[in-house]
């Protein structure tokens, strides 16, 4: 089923938004963002990999020579240095790790060093928006005092270690990896890492702490990049635990209805609220149960569990069967959301992919249940004749569609979707990591200098 979803959004998107960067699939026509600045393809890159997967060859055949003739990054315009690296560098590092066409390669490492530029600060943490033609980068004009983003910052180290890997220059590592020598040097409030970060005094802006938006990616990639170094990266691997260590003391909680859930930390007040984003936390405490302190191995799958039921009842308690953007446990509400700027679903994977490490690391039937759910629910609403639309109020009897066929529908969702229903040696876990947008990237292993062995 996720095979024809994929096959709806893909050629929706071909007949009328090709090489634009997103879908409008009602109105039929391209969608342009401006986190990507005047990059275009964003839709043909974040796909790629899943075309691949899901052995649709002529599309993927199409694709890759949209970006053999038309990818380019020589433009003039400021984009989101996080969202380009994960949706773009980090299409184009599993495009060519699956399929070994050096376009890939050669393209990933081009827009890794337009990317650099971002780092020339006081203390290397990078600009959260970078003018790729002219190299000048600023932060976000609302964040922090000034301040860089945990998530954004923080979500770059996958991608760069293999563009190092990939390209034979150290340069690429060293950037990240001096991120985490700022992060290490920091006073750390009640051991939990602050959403915002000053990128000329090094010191934290406001001390707000989110495992949602703002913070989710961070907390995944020291796992991961712990995980993708072939578990040598003993630094990354310490400061995951540490963070989890902190978050279960001072995030996770409880409802009265007996719903685990992880609230947002605001200078030692807490908001009993907890986003979409948040959901992808299942998967990533599943994912390192197994390198957690040996006692603590299964309470970690448990915390994943748990994290899963909360979010499946946010899908379950909403008319539509999707879950909303941010739900709350307050005021005798429970996994609802109680705001209208957050009861809207713009068919974001989180939920589904801890459905799906879930699955693969417990086999407990009901993740494939409720990932089922999801499918139906997402073909009844957010399927229309020109594609897939996000919607505006789940909580509604009729659909307002919000127009718009997000590029990680492709790249995550439907991805997710077709792993959760697929055997675990489709791209299994102890060859291949998943960066935040669910590109796969392989393990590197420290024997090996050859890249053809990662290939496999």
Excluded at 409 to 438: C, G, I, R
Aim: charged share 25%; glycine share 8%.
């Amino acid at each position: 089923v996720s095979l024809q979803m994929m096959k709806h959004a893909w050629d929706n998107y071909k007949r009328y938004a090709w090489g634009l960067n997103e879908l409008k699939p009602i109105s039929k026509q391209g969608h342009s963002s401006n986190l990507f600045g005047n990059i275009q393809g964003a839709t043909i890159v974040d796909a790629l990999d899943t075309l691949y997967i899901m052995e649709m060859k002529e599309e993927f055949k199409e694709a890759k020579e949209w970006v053999e003739k038309n990818l380019d990054f020589n433009v003039n315009a400021e984009i989101s240095v996080f969202e380009v690296n994960i949706r773009f560098v980090g299409g184009l590092l599993s495009a060519y790790y699956l399929s070994g066409e050096e376009v890939f390669r050669k393209k990933a490492v081009e827009l890794g060093e337009k990317l650099l530029p971002a780092f020339n600060t006081p203390t290397g943490i990078p600009w959260a928006l970078l003018n790729i033609k002219s190299g000048i980068g600023r932060n976000w004009p609302w964040a922090s005092g000034g301040s860089s983003i945990l998530a954004e910052f923080g979500t770059l180290h996958l991608e760069f270690v293999h563009l190092s890997h990939l390209s034979g220059n150290p340069v690429f590592a060293e950037k990240v990896m001096n991120i985490r020598k700022v992060l290490n040097r920091l006073d750390k409030p009640e051991g939990l890492y602050p959403n915002y970060l000053n990128p000329s005094s090094g010191q934290w802006g406001q001390h707000h702490v989110s495992i949602g938006g703002l913070g989710d990616s961070f907390y995944e990639y020291l796992l991961k990049a712990w995980l993708m170094s072939d578990k040598t990266d003993e630094d990354g691997k310490k400061m995951y635990y540490d963070a989890v260590q902190a978050i279960e003391t001072h995030l996770i909680r409880k409802s009265s209805g007996g719903l685990m859930y992880i609230a947002e930390w605001k200078g030692g007040l807490l908001e009993h609220k907890m986003g979409h984003l948040t959901c992808f936390a299942g998967g990533m405490f599943a994912l390192g149960a197994d390198g957690a302190p040996s006692d603590k191995t299964g309470h970690h799958i448990e915390l994943g569990a748990e994290i899963a039921r909360t979010c499946h009842e946010s899908y379950d308690r909403t008319r539509m069967k999707l879950g909303p953007e941010a739900f709350r446990f307050d005021g005798g509400v429970e996994a609802i959301a109680t705001r209208q700027n957050e009861k809207y679903y713009i068919l974001r994977p989180e939920v589904i992919e801890t459905y799906m490490y879930m699955w693969r690391l417990t086999h407990d039937p009901k993740y494939r249940d409720w990932g089922w759910e999801a499918v139906e629910a997402l073909e009844k609403h957010c399927r229309v004749d020109g594609g897939y639309s996000g919607i505006r109020d789940v909580y509604n009897n009729h659909e307002s569609h919000d127009d718009v066929q997000q590029s990680f529908f492709l790249s995550e969702t439907l991805k997710y979707l077709y792993l959760l229903f697929s055997e675990d040696d489709l791209l299994p876990f102890e060859h291949w990591v998943f960066n935040t947008e669910a590109h796969p990237l392989p393990v590197l292993h420290k024997d090996d200098g050859n890249k053809e062995e990662n290939q496999n």
